[in-house]
C-alpha cells in the first residue's frame, strides 16, 4: 500500500463509507410531485410548535441554551422521566453518531441487522469499528440471529423499533430476552423513531429497559409524527453514565433556539400527536389492503410506512414501478441498498396522494 504524500489522508476506513442517499424529491417534467420518499407526516407538526418557532425569531442573536433545558424538561414530563437521563440532540442521527464516537473504537465490532437503518452502518465505520450484520427472518429482527453475531469484541448493538424500511416490530418480550442474555459490557441501542405509530399491546418503545438497566438506551426524534423533521431534533433516554459521557463530547449548543421553542410546544400537544396517529391507522390500513388486493405483496407495517415487494418479472420490477409512478408524481423509496432491490418504500402520505398511488400501481400491475 502506498500513502498518499499529496495531501490530507482520511482516517482508514473512512473512504469506505457509502455517503447516506436521503429520499428522492424531484420527478423530472412533472408539475405536482408528492414525496413519499422519507416518512415525513402529511399533516405537518402542530400549530402550537409554529406558533413557538415564529416567536424564537425575535432572539436570533442570542445563543440557544446550551442544555436545552426547556425541552428536556417538556419530554421529562410529557414521558414520565428524570430530565437528568435526558440528551436533545441534533436530529436522532446526532445522537446515534455519538454514542459510536464515545462507544467504540478500532477492533470494536457492532451489530446491525440485514435491513437495518443505514446510519448505524456509517456511523460504526465513522468511529474506526467494525460492522457485523446478521440475518432478519421475514424482514424483521431476529434475537437468535443478534445473540448469535455477539463475540468477545461486540461492544453495540443496534435495532430499529419499528424497523425502517421494513415497518416491522420486536415485541417487547423479545427485546427482554436479548437483553437477559447479553453482558453488562455491550450496549442495546434501541431506536425508537416510529414508536408514536406503534400502536401493539406488545410493543414498548424501550424506557422500561432503560429505567431498570446500565446498558440500553432509547432513542427518538421530532422528525416523524411530531412534523419538525426541518428542524432536526431527536433525544436520547439512558442512564446518567451514558449521558455524563455523551455530554463531554457533543457540541455545546447542538440544538439551535427555534428548535427548542418548537419542539418544547409540541411535545406537549399530545391531542395532536393522537390525531395524526388516528390519519396514519387509517390510511395504512387502506393502503396495505388495497395494494394486496392489486396482488403485490405488503411486508405488515405498525409504522407510517409501508414496503410493497413487486414480482421478479420483467417489466414489473421495483425499478419499473419506482420509474413508473415517478413519471406520475408519485416518489416513493428504492430500497435496494438495505438489501431489498425488488422492494419500494411509500410512506403514508395525504389522501390525494394515498389514492393516487393505489390507482397508479394498479395500472401497472395491469400491464401487459
Ligand atoms: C429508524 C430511524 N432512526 C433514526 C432516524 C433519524 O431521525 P432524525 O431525523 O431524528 O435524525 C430515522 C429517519 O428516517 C429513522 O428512520
Known sequence: MTTDTSQPVPRPGILDIAAYVPGKEHAPGVARVFKLSSNETPLGPSPRAIDAFRQSVGHLERYPDGQAMAL?????????LNTGNILCGNGSDELLGLLCHVYLGSGDEAIVTEHGFLVY???IMGAGATVVTVQEKDCTVDVDAILAGVTGKTKMIFIANPGNPTGTYVPVAEIRRLHAALPKTVMLVLDAAYAEYARRND??????????????VMTRTFSKVYGLAALRI???YAPSAIIDALNRVRSPFNLSGPAIAAGSAAVRDQGFVGDAVAYNSLWLDKVSHALEAIGLKITPSVTNFVLIHFPDVD???????????TSRGYILRAVKGYGLPNALRMTIGPEEANRGVIETLGEFMGRS
Request: charged share 25%; hydrophobic share 40%.
Open 234 to 236: 431527536g433525544w436520547i
Open 72 to 80: 428536556r424538561t417538556a419530554i421529562g414530563e410529557v414521558y414520565g
Open 203 to 216: 410493543y414498548e418503545a424501550g424506557i422500561e429497559l432503560v429505567s431498570g438497566s446500565s446498558n440500553v
Open 121 to 123: 452502518k456509517i456511523q
Open 315 to 325: 417489466g414489473k420490477r421495483a425499478t419499473d414501478a419506482d420509474d413508473f409512478l
